[in-house]
């Protein structure tokens, strides 16, 4: 257990802020008894796939619709997503279902489009320690969706969120998505302690993605309902209106039906742990 | 994922036995829908320590009583428990309170002594690839809780149940202790795609140890919480009686309160997976 | 061993160009039978600091002169560097000593500034999956030093560098500096086998830093001899006129005579693998 | 970096003994100026397979046979080695070959025959922490030579060797031989911070196996070179007269034709450190 001296000093602190944290996504409250549910496909592929796949998740209870237009990809010669044409699919499914939106930034040179017309900035977990890009965010008004890098500390995690805290922006919601591990089975590590450990050091809602750290459809939903019960304000979870046929991330987003499903559990798990999942 | 183009040539392998299996420690079935939970103190230190510590988790609902004789210890200047006399003292508890007892073999040569005395045989994370050890175990009839070791695989602990099994015992609980990664600020990773992995690729039952990755009473509970909204079949938890006291462990042992309302939360997320746990 | 099926596609890989690639900084060549040594404070702090530590490096024979001028830093309360001010000093560290200079840029929006005047531009393991940077430094000129982010793998890394290959500059010199591990005692693993595996996988040179893996002083000795005689073709350590009064990292900086003495050494082993170092 | 603030209360510490330990191992003696080489096959597969590697390991200047009797597979259903037999063999090319064996412990019950037969008793990664073998092994007079756990640090590897020295066996030497890592593409990390650290720690003699790290014949060489510039003691190295026929491990041993060009490369480079290798 590391010591934090100056614990007090960071703006992330428990010490510092022992009540709950809200954070306002334009008009959905994240924190307090409700969990909501972020949910859509990994990339934006056409309207057709994004209208449906957000019609399907909102009916099954998503709160916010989450997908990729810029994305980040290990080889550059991987799909790179429909950039701005993507965006403004995304904006338009955002005002047809009226809920907010999340999308991730990969380009500091974006900040101040997204600060227009995303409702929450997600940093991906390759930009976690972009100090640049987290300075920036932190001169503006949306809300932040951190991701942890790969193969940061909690407490370096933490440090990240100060970045944006520490220039004015309050709003930040941490997003585990699992760990590189020893492990060569799945491709991240969801490690409870990591969501046990961010929980006890700082006030900071906590999201868990488990798509990314579970690779494989069938591994989504535990990890999923594991992390409601250790305590997550906020799950993030890729859901396609046809995964097969899916330009990216084919084998762990979940079907419409499998989504519906996972809610329905989810709602009982929250519901043990004295939570609720928010309505879409 | 791995290829496992001969799975089913194991006797670990789900493709060889998709119904459930059950382990019988001597009457208290492990597997199906009740879920089990062992609990007792790291080390049997006295008669009345361990007493207490039954009686009070008994009472609490626990159906097996665990606790240390031979300790693996990092140094061999820490405690190394009370040996055969602490054996003894936790044969009595199991007598007395008529539930079966649950202790880790740290020698190849005990194997008999505790073939006869010990209801549920833990090999701990250091013993994980003692094939000698789990060869000899293979050839007795008492059951076995295999942990995993601390730098082990899914597929590489499997394969050590494996050398159980071979031998004909089929009576084999994998238990999932954490792992070591990258974290600083933790003992060891929590991580449920290890859990969702093992669940997927065997048909064994899974116990989770939360204790041990926790390393602070704590995270004892998110984690316990955690493991049985993903799947897990039974938890081996650590309470002492004074856990202030304790000669080992003793940032991470429950004391019989806090396991009181661990057991109350466990009871409704047990319920919210459609399971239920085992009345003690 | 992942399988490359596709390997000729990347500009990176060995199986496009087998012969010895070189890479000119402002004039020093990396790559060929010498092996090229930058080193210098891991801060620029003042000008008569830099000076003094330029001089004695270059004086035990560096080729290149590194410093820190926008440092990253996990907490945004650590000091930050002297920004420009530290650049100017740096350049005109360059200028005096008529040698190249390396420092790290940690804004995509300095791209133009460190094209103009920086020889060797520095991608710090935290944007080493910042592919909005990488692309920019491919549009460039200058050569890229390329450092592995501390949770990627060897195939993310080169993946990283095919993001700036791919832009048409070929002109990227990776950077080892150690991983995430395990392992509690020293920072980052400093790990011969991924440095054999960049080589077999690539064409590209190998730079290491051992300092940031090390730690502390005394570790940087062996790790910087073992490097060369695992192939790599250059160094970059970091050096300090006064250690002890360091802004940063003083632990692990070394102090310019054990900077000669590892010089003196270096040269036996570079010898003894049929090279030598570079004279400054 | 941990605390070791009791660590002259070690034997294996280096507050205890600053000056130069020497192992006798059957009159090779390991420590001081010369570095001994330990090379054969990882399984001893016939008489004619031993001898024929013998001869040339021992022809190239190896000082110590290798070789697998018992051999640990992670699977019960891999070739396990042939047992006493493989034991016969290895002896009898001890005796012709004038050379001591090392070869390695399986079964504590076999600790009697190992001590009479074995010059050098190896304890691989699986047993690290089987504290019971470590015991017994510190009550006899043979030297053991100590891997390291692939999960273990090195504090608890150095632990592991207080077991064996607390009971009265001296002669132990570290055997470093990698550690799991979030690197995919090699098999173990080859991690020359473990090998300084324990260096540093401890008054103890570091042996490293290049063989399982690498897991590829292609980097046993970088490894090994880059082991004695960071201060190796002893290499251990598969090597086999037919490698492609191997029952085991194919994939990592080397030829006798490779192994005699890796003496020549280790002699310069042992030569560059101030040290030579010993003359088989």
Redesign the interface.
């Known amino acids: 257990?590391?010591k934090y001296c100056t614990m007090e000093?960071y703006r992330f602190s428990r010490e510092r802020k022992s009540s709950g944290t809200v954070v306002d996504v334009s008009g959905v409250k994240v924190g307090g008894r409700e969990i909501v549910i972020a949910a859509g496909p990994c990339s934006v592929e056409s309207e057709e796939q994004l209208m449906d796949t957000a019609k399907g998740v909102i009916g099954a209870g998503a709160g916010i619709i989450r997908g990729g237009a810029f994305k980040?990809?290990?080889?550059?010669?991987s799909f790179q997503g429909l950039g701005k044409e993507g965006l403004g699919i995304l904006k338009e499914a955002g005002r047809r279902f009226d809920v907010p939106i999340v999308t991730e930034l990969?380009?500091?040179?974006l900040v101040e489009l997204y600060s227009r017309d995303v409702d929450l900035i997600q940093v991906g977990?390759?930009?976690s320690?972009?100090?640049?890009m987290l300075?920036r965010l932190g001169k503006q008004k949306r809300p932040v969706l951190l991701k942890n890098?790969?193969?940061?500390?909690?407490?370096?995690w933490l440090?990240?969120s100060?970045?944006v805290l520490?220039e004015g922006n309050s709003s930040v919601i941490l997003c585990y998505r699992?760990?590189?591990?020893?492990?060569?089975?799945?491709r991240?590590?969801?490690?409870?302690?990591?969501?046990?450990?961010a929980?006890?050091l700082s006030h900071m809602l906590i999201c868990v993605d488990p798509s990314h750290?579970?690779?494989?459809r069938?591994?989504v939903a535990?990890?999923a309902?594991?992390?409601?019960?250790?305590?997550a304000d906020m799950l993030e979870i890729e859901v396609h209106n046809d995964p097969d046929k899916a330009l990216s991330d084919r084998e762990q987003q979940l079907s419409i039906g499998e989504f519906e499903e996972l809610m329905n559990?989810a709602r009982?798990?929250a519901?043990?742990?004295g939570r609720s999942i928010r309505k879409g």
Request: hydrophobic share 40%; aromatic share 6%.
């Open positions: 257990m590391p000093a980040p990809r290990t080889s550059p010669y990969m380009d500091t040179g977990a390759r930009n320690q972009n100090f640049d300075k890098g790969t193969g940061t500390s909690v407490q370096e440090m990240s100060e970045y520490s699992g760990a590189k591990s020893i492990e060569g089975a799945t991240f590590s969801m490690d409870m302690g990591a969501i046990a450990m929980r006890k750290a579970a690779g494989r069938e591994f535990p990890m309902l594991a992390a409601i019960a250790a305590g559990r009982d798990v519901k043990a742990v």
